[in-house]
């Protein structure tokens, strides 16, 4: 058994003040600790992948004792916590409830099955898009698209300074310095979530079956950055089902499909050679951008590297044609 320090019972104090309104099932699991019934939930905590597990007891509405998992006993809990159709309804009709939606099939499916049960609880249903600033404008008019389509209420946030200006500032996102993602993605939600008065659920489309990370998320946990519960109500969909499910929604088509590469974010911690390349047949002015972006980057860094070497965009397609992909 893990000891709990004083700071995770009050983290746990705060986080069943927040779930406990719902009385949810789905996350309720008997503890591999103390064989006692709980909450299942994970702790956002700077640095590790893989977050801590905790079982969370309580009796007559406060918490009584809390159980953090070892690794051994995680694995047993994750596969038994969900988000069944009766949670989610629950939580639609008792939070102002919001969708993060990128436009992708994961996060597509996310919303229109959320959507489905706001109608059936009579619950109101909001959606959220990030504008990165370094994506395909066809995405953001694809998701406004969506949305009037299935009836929802579409917030379309962005950062206070775009990607140029900040990577001209601290440099192109490196994998141990990935701020691109904090100031692109987390902060706009953070600052619009932190106008919305009242209890507040953000609603995503992770699924466990997209990394082995991902795997050993919970779908129900605090995130300490939007100040409010996060919920992945699709988290033990397979890709099989969330393409299924998309497909028979009728929804318009993501232009973007027929471009054969990614519209989102380019701020290059996870692109390859071969998407560069797509970029620069397909959007030629943002590739130029990117590329001049690099001679101005105060780090030096290059948005690609090859065996630890930098590989500029400028000189990409000369290099592919020697080295194909």
Request: glycine letters at 6%; a positive charge; proline letters at 6%.
């Amino acid at each position: 058994m893990v000891a709990i320090p004083n700071h995770v019972s009050k983290w746990a104090g705060k986080l069943h003040s927040l779930i406990s309104p719902f009385h949810l099932r789905g996350i309720r699991v008997e503890c591999p600790v103390c064989g006692e019934w709980g909450t299942a939930t994970s702790r956002w905590i700077k640095g590790p992948t893989v977050k801590p597990v905790y079982v969370i007891h309580n009796r007559n509405g406060t918490v009584k004792s809390v159980c953090g998992l070892e690794e051994e006993q995680a694995k047993q809990v994750r596969p038994e916590a969900k988000v069944s159709k009766n949670d989610l309804g629950k939580i639609l009709s008792g939070a102002k409830c919001f969708v993060l939606i990128s436009g992708g099939k994961d996060s597509l499916a996310t919303l229109v099955y959320t959507q489905k049960i706001a109608e059936e609880f009579g619950a109101d249903l909001r959606a959220i898009h990030v504008d990165t600033t370094v994506g395909f404008p066809e995405v953001t008019k694809y998701v406004r698209k969506v949305c009037r389509q299935l009836g929802v209420r579409l917030s379309i946030v962005r950062p206070e300074n775009n990607f140029f200006d900040l990577a001209k500032e601290w440099g192109i996102p490196s994998f141990r310095f990935r701020w691109c993602c904090r100031e692109l993605k987390i902060k706009p939600i953070q600052d619009f979530l932190a106008k919305i008065p009242g209890r507040k659920v953000v609603i995503d489309g992770i699924r466990a079956e997209e990394s082995n990370q991902r795997a050993k998320y919970l779908p129900i946990w605090y995130h300490p950055g939007f100040k409010c519960l996060s919920v992945s109500p699709i988290c033990r969909w397979t890709k099989k089902k969330v393409v299924k499910y998309v497909e028979s929604a009728d929804l318009p088509e993501n232009p973007v499909r027929q471009l054969g590469c990614s519209a989102e974010c380019w701020c290059g911690a996870y692109k390859t050679p071969s998407d560069f390349l797509k970029l620069k047949e397909i959007k030629p002015e943002l590739f130029d951008k990117l590329s001049n972006l690099e001679k101005q980057s105060p780090t030096g860094y290059t948005f690609l590297y090859r065996k630890g070497q930098q590989l500029p965009l400028r000189e990409l397609e000369m290099t592919e044609v020697k080295n194909p992909v």
